[in-house]
């Protein structure tokens, strides 16, 4: 089921739960009849529920975006480093370079392939990648430049590799949910609070008083949904965040060993 669809279904129940409960309320009862018996502090305490459960919503799709970008940063981080490692070992002897592009190449689809479903499911990292990312580590800390030009490309070479292992602890740390149990407590408990506060000023079934009550709904259903989706730093889909890899790394020619 696709997002967009889970979306859709979200809002069009909660909207239409909160309307069938407005309008279930006011069978039976005198449509124009005197709401000035509301009194001044019910009025007052909807509205500062309604206030601070905004402000609750600002900070958490905050920190959930927040998340998501520092997780994009880090995958393409890592992609990057990677990508810097195949090229700069070019001067190496043919044998060193090739194993090295080699390597490379299977930590890749390792990790486009099987530890990023993994990854989403569990937030959890693979040994295999890590065991394939410290071959390549091996393959570069084996050789000895053979002259001075090999020398002087050595080194960044050794340095990009150790920047994808930190990215790639980065991603490690990064993996799991953004949101923990408790706040998602507190966020649907909230909406719960703010949408039945609408009841309490004694909603009427006229046109405009149940289009807003469901405007407000699907707003706060949507608002809910978008924390849910970047909830998961690296998406849902694996497809949707191993661009930065597959981008890099999905060669043009046949038998490319970087083939994805």
């Not at 529920?49 to 600002?58: C, Q």
């Not at 289009?211 to 849910?228: D, E, P």
Request: proline share 4%; aromatic share 8%.
């Amino acid at each position: 089921m696709s997002d967009w669809l889970v979306l859709v279904l979200t809002i069009a129940v909660a909207t239409a739960v909160v309307l069938s409960i407005a309008l279930l309320k006011e069978r039976g009862r005198e449509t124009d009849r005197d709401r000035s018996g509301i009194p001044d502090v019910i009025e007052y305490m909807t509205m500062m529920i309604g206030v601070v459960y905004a402000i609750v919503l600002g900070l958490a799709i905050a920190g959930v975006w927040e998340a998501r970008n520092t997780a994009q940063a880090t995958a393409q981080a890592e992609a990057q480093a990677l990508h810097e490692v195949t090229e700069r070992v070019q001067v190496f002897a043919p044998p060193v370079r090739d194993r090295v592009r080699q390597d490379v190449a299977a930590y890749v689809r390792h990790v486009v392939r099987e530890e990023w479903p993994g990854m989403l499911d569990t937030g959890e990292l693979t040994g295999r990648g890590a065991a394939l990312l410290d071959r390549v580590r091996t393959d570069v800390t084996a050789y000895v430049p053979r002259d001075d030009h090999e020398s002087q490309s050595y080194q960044p070479v050794l340095e990009q590799v150790g920047a994808a292992d930190a990215a790639r602890n980065a991603r490690a740390r990064t993996a799991g949910a953004t949101m923990p149990g408790v706040v998602w407590f507190g966020l649907i408990g909230g909406a719960l609070v703010a949408v039945g506060l609408i009841f309490t000023l004694q909603i009427r079934r006229t046109s405009r008083e149940l289009m807003l009550a469901g405007v407000y709904t699907a707003l706060i259903s949507f608002l809910l949904f978008l924390i849910w989706d970047f909830n998961s730093p690296f998406g849902h889909d694996p497809s949707e965040t191993t661009d930065a890899f597959t981008d890099l790394f999905a060669m043009r020619r046949a038998g490319d060993p970087f083939a994805m």
